[in-house]
């Protein structure tokens, strides 16, 4: 192996490391999701324009492109908000994590009917494992954590959020060869960005949906009640900043190098191990393991048994075409 190629690994694997940690910052930020989903649109946005002649490919698009990844961005916000909704409501990353496993279950099911192909019956066999997992997690789960989240409606809401990232991966497959994908990210963090506050407009039709979409806490400028970590009331924007910068546009940048140097295989099993990492960074910095059962372990090996299954048969397919 030369050394660009191990460079890419290790590029690839820091950067499924740095999305793991989004789930840990989603807990540690103080502020509603709404706020922090708020924040990290724009912002992350913004710092698109730092990569030398961005501006000239978002030149290129089409209007009518444009418009679509808008709207696809909708879908970006919606997983977001939901994802580190779940996160604030059972007050647990790891249980979040968890559901996000599922994420191949649904591809599995919205790629043949976005595409028009054949189901194929070993993925959907492995579709159906991972969701064993989820109901042991599910059926065996405390009604509320020791934090006093409430872990049966944030599985709810982290399952919805897996459905829909599934949803807007497997439209963004069809559109990775054919746009620019800095120019993708870029429009759909606008789009999305844009419909949270076409939200915010409206703010009083969602009053009894608080628990869910929280905009009766919503801060332009997020103040820190209870500092963990940096014992600042200013905490909140450093994590934001690190979640928009670092988690989002460094680890893309990085994730999209070592893509031009290892396999698509190597590429999307080692983006599956997210929640793997996830959930070891939960258990390191925020001891999330003394507040999960046995249970929680044996459904998340199950799910993430299947994806990584998957991604293997999905392997050996392709070199035995």
Known sequence: MDKATKNAYWQLHIAVLIFGFTAILGKLISSDHFTLVWHRMWLAALCFFLIP????LLKVISFKNFLMLIGIGCLVAIHWLTFYGSIKIGKSASLTLGCFGLTSCFTSILEPLIFKKKFNTIEILLGLLALVGITIIAYYSPSESKEGGNFSLAIIVGVFSTFVAALFSTINSGLANKIDTKVISFSELLGGFLFLNVILLFAPLYSQYQTVLPLHSFQVLPITNHPSFINSPYADFIWIAILAIVCTNIAFVMNLNAMKKVSAFTANLAINLEPIYGIILAAIILKEHEMLN????????????????????????????
């Open 294 to 321: 046995i249970q929680f372990y044996i459904g998340t090996s199950i799910i993430l048994s299947s994806v990584i299954l998957h991604a293997i048969i999905k392997n050996y397919g392709k070199q035995h075409q």
């Open 53 to 56: 002649n961005f501006y000239k």
